[in-house]
């Protein structure tokens, strides 16, 4: 257990839905990232936040959004589904945000769209 | 900008046979890399990092990697191979601000 908790773990739902992904960092982490895993672009880095503030942004697409709040847990919105979103969210964690600092991976949200 | 590659994206060994996983990266700069390995239906869990303290990097579960600037190598092996090792292993680059750039994975199989 890498004591970084997400919910739901799985996620159906329709093309056009909106939906939201909940992250829950390491009790004193202050780093929260995203990431996506799906078959065909393998995982890759959505966004990064440091303490309530965007630090980072990778391949995420404009449909989708997140923040990080007071409490430092971290919500993800996708928006606007299509089929091509199903995938595997992961939520990671660091204490800081040194190249060096290994990242804890929650379980991931497997989300489906259909 | 910063990459890993892996060689094989399926590597199949004996139980009790030597593991070999190889990850190669380019980087302008020195890397920080770092091994993860993924059972199924899990989150990634991390093996090992090299930070430049030590070319020999020993990690969880026996698995140790080793850094070659001369060959931007840092390949991971394990003596002995477990049907527990059976997973997917990543290999990655930190970039920038720690963002993790990733290999497409390694699936280990094991067979007793």
């Known amino acids: 257990d890498s004591g970084v908790t997400q919910t739901p773990k ?20 202050l780093s929260v990232y995203w990431y996506q895993q799906s078959l065909d672009q393998g995982l890759q880095f959505l966004i990064q936040y440091y303490n309530g503030e965007e630090r980072a942004k990778g ?27 199903s995938a595997l969210y992961f939520c990671a964690s660091s204490s800081k945000e040194g190249a060096s600092d290994e990242q804890y991976f929650g379980p991931g949200t497997r989300l489906t769209v259909t | 900008a910063q990459s890993v590659t892996q060689l094989g994206s399926h590597v199949s060994v004996s139980e009790g ?43 969880i579960n026996g698995f140790e990697a080793e850094f070659k600037k001369s060959e931007t190598s840092f390949h991971l092996t394990k003596p002995s191979a477990h049907m527990s090792d059976a997973a997917e292993y990543f290999c990655a680059v930190s970039e920038g601000f720690q963002k993790l750039v990733f290999g497409t994975g390694t699936r280990l199989l094991v067979s007793p």
């Open chain 1, 10 to 29: 799985h996620l159906i739902t329709a093309t056009g839905q909106r939906v939201t992904l909940r992250c829950s960092p390491r009790s004193g982490d």
């Open chain 1, 59 to 85: 391949n995420i697409l404009e449909r989708f959004s997140a923040q990080q709040f007071p409490d430092l847990h971290s919500e993800l919105n996708l928006s606007s589904l299509e089929l091509g979103d």
């Open chain 2, 17 to 59: 046979a030597l593991v070999l996983l190889r990850c190669n990266y380019s980087s302008s700069v020195p890397p920080y890399l770092f091994w993860y390995v993924q059972y199924p239906n899990q989150g990634l869990q991390l093996l090992l990092k090299y930070t430049s303290a030590a070319t020999l990097v020993k990690g």
